[in-house]
């Protein structure tokens, strides 16, 4: 609840005060630019039915006063009187210390290692995920959460892997078309395709976006080896701050260059960091793909030799094994993994028997609006 609301002698600020302690200061053009009525957003959408040029520059509150649970303020010149629930204020207070926190995560991100994981694996069932809302849910949450997931009981059958994006999205059709086989060939377009072991990385860094969800899943696997492993990139960076802020510092403040030339016609190029922070410090994706690295080119001579101390120290940490998870994917057997956040891997397998799995890509956009959606509709039970 709201307990005070003053606005200062010129009107451009207003200060509130809440029961728990909480106050904020809003500039009067905040507030107005994000009104709630149905003049200013539309009631079925949310949309903004107005532009900033629609506001008028001189806007200041002539008034404010708290009603209720809501506080009503009116804007000048318009003589407009609005009202915003004191929890959405709350909830969208931006008056606050900047951190200056490096590589920090939201909340809703938990890293994790090895010890934290290897016998806490999110898992469910394909039809359970189809047929119960709060099952996919909870299985979306812990995608979120944890950056993979593993899914079980999935038809053994060619393409059946899209099944798994159907239910919170669609698959992001590539060069490899939408999905793609993972199969030990001759003279193979890609090293994925051979029996040899795989060091942790990311998927496709030479794409501009990254396909930012991966889903692997197993038709058969009767060979000697092949265990699939997962580390928690995030986790890695956080180890790498605590150690040596200055490499973070250099690999994400300089770009790496990734490059894929394995197929007639296609040349994808990208230039990005290896560890990618917001501007205000927040960590939001690792490229990593040693396989796919091209020439650095964008680092400054002074700096090439540090960066690359950087660089091999971050490779280090990913293949400390108290990082990994890792586990054997059983026919009918799929995992998923941020491929924003999560490096992939697995171990070479013997040429005897058989190893097949399939790939395909998503994107994560349509896994959090379904996830977001179904928690808003989710049974009380279950939210608990």
Same mark, same amino acid.
């Given at each position: 609840?709201?307990?005070?609301?003053?606005?200062?002698?010129?009107?451009?600020?207003?200060?509130?005060?809440?029961?728990?302690?909480?106050?904020?200061?809003?500039?009067?053009?905040?507030?107005?630019?994000?009104?709630?009525?149905?003049?200013?957003?539309?009631?079925?959408?949310?949309?903004?039915?107005?532009?900033?040029?629609?506001?008028?520059?001189?806007?200041?509150?002539?008034?404010?006063?708290?009603?209720?649970?809501?506080?009503?303020?009116?804007?000048?010149?318009?003589?407009? $009187?609005?009202?915003?629930?004191?929890?959405?204020?709350?909830?969208?207070?931006?008056?606050? *210390?900047?951190?200056?926190?490096?590589?920090?995560? $939201?909340?809703?991100?938990?890293?994790?290692?090895?010890?934290?994981?290897?016998?806490?694996?999110?898992?469910?069932?394909?039809?359970?995920?189809?047929?119960?809302?709060?099952?996919?849910?909870?299985?979306?949450?812990?995608?979120?959460?944890?950056?993979?997931? +593993?899914?079980?009981?999935?038809?053994?059958?060619?393409?059946?892997?899209?099944?798994?994006? *159907?239910?919170?999205?669609?698959?992001?059709?590539?060069?490899?078309?939408?999905?793609?086989?993972?199969?030990?060939? +001759?003279?193979?377009?890609?090293?994925?395709?051979?029996?040899?072991?795989?060091?942790?990385?990311?998927?496709?860094?030479?794409?501009?976006?990254?396909?930012?969800?991966?889903?692997?899943?197993?038709?058969?696997?009767?060979?000697?080896?092949?265990?699939?492993? +997962?580390?928690?990139?995030?986790?890695?960076?956080?180890?790498?701050?605590?150690?040596?802020? *200055?490499?973070?510092?250099?690999?994400?403040?300089?770009?790496?260059?990734?490059?894929?030339?394995?197929?007639?016609?296609?040349?994808?190029?990208? &230039?990005?960091?290896?560890?990618?922070?917001?501007?205000?410090?927040?960590?939001?994706?690792?490229?990593?793909?040693?396989?796919?690295?091209?020439?650095?080119?964008?680092?400054?001579?002074?700096?090439?030799?540090?960066?690359?101390?950087?660089?091999?120290?971050?490779?280090?940490?990913?293949?400390?094994?108290?990082?990994?998870?890792?586990?054997?994917?059983?026919?009918?057997?799929?995992?998923? +993994?941020?491929?924003?956040?999560?490096?992939?891997?697995?171990?070479?397998?013997?040429?005897?028997?058989?190893?097949?799995?399939?790939?395909?890509?998503?994107? *994560?956009?349509?896994?959090?609006?379904?996830?977001?959606?179904?928690?808003?509709?989710?049974?009380? &039970?279950?939210?608990?």
């Amino acid at each position: 609840m709201l307990s005070k609301a003053r606005v200062n002698a010129a009107g451009s600020e207003l200060e509130l005060h809440w029961a728990d302690g909480a106050q904020a200061r809003f500039h009067a053009m905040w507030l107005r630019d994000n009104a709630l009525d149905d003049k200013t957003r539309s009631a079925g959408n949310g949309q903004r039915l107005v532009t900033i040029l629609d506001i008028p520059a001189a806007t200041k509150i002539s008034a404010a006063e708290i009603v209720g649970g809501t506080l009503r303020v009116t804007f000048t010149p318009e003589n407009k $009187s609005v009202t915003f629930p004191a929890d959405w204020l709350h909830n969208h207070r931006y008056d606050r *210390k900047p951190s200056d926190a490096i590589a920090w995560t $939201s909340p809703a991100i938990t890293r994790w290692t090895g010890a934290d994981m290897q016998a806490n694996v999110p898992r469910a069932r394909l039809s359970d995920m189809q047929q119960n809302r709060d099952t996919l849910a909870h299985w979306l949450g812990a995608v979120e959460r944890y950056g993979f997931a +593993v899914v079980e009981g999935v038809p053994t059958t060619s393409g059946a892997l899209c099944d798994i994006v *159907k239910t919170f999205g669609y698959v992001r059709e590539t060069n490899y078309g939408r999905w793609f086989e993972v199969k030990a060939e +001759v003279n193979p377009s890609n090293l994925a395709y051979t029996n040899l072991g795989l060091q942790a990385h990311t998927d496709n860094p030479y794409r501009d976006p990254v396909p930012t969800l991966q889903i692997l899943s197993c038709l058969e696997n009767t060979v000697d080896g092949g265990e699939s492993t +997962v580390v928690d990139a995030f986790a890695v960076v956080a180890a790498l701050q605590a150690e040596n802020p *200055k490499a973070v510092e250099l690999l994400s403040g300089f770009p790496a260059r990734y490059e894929y030339a394995g197929s007639n016609g296609v040349r994808l190029r990208a &230039k990005r960091p290896m560890i990618e922070l917001g501007p205000d410090g927040e960590l939001l994706a690792i490229r990593f793909n040693n396989r796919s690295a091209a020439p650095t080119e964008d680092v400054p001579f002074e700096a090439m030799a540090s960066w690359y101390e950087a660089y091999r120290r971050l490779a280090e940490l990913i293949e400390d094994k108290r990082f990994e998870v890792s586990f054997k994917l059983a026919p009918g057997e799929a995992f998923i +993994v941020d491929n924003t956040r999560i490096l992939h891997a697995r171990t070479a397998f013997s040429g005897h028997g058989s190893r097949w799995l399939q790939g395909c890509y998503a994107d *994560k956009d349509g896994l959090l609006s379904t996830l977001a959606s179904l928690v808003e509709t989710q049974s009380p &039970k279950a939210a608990e």
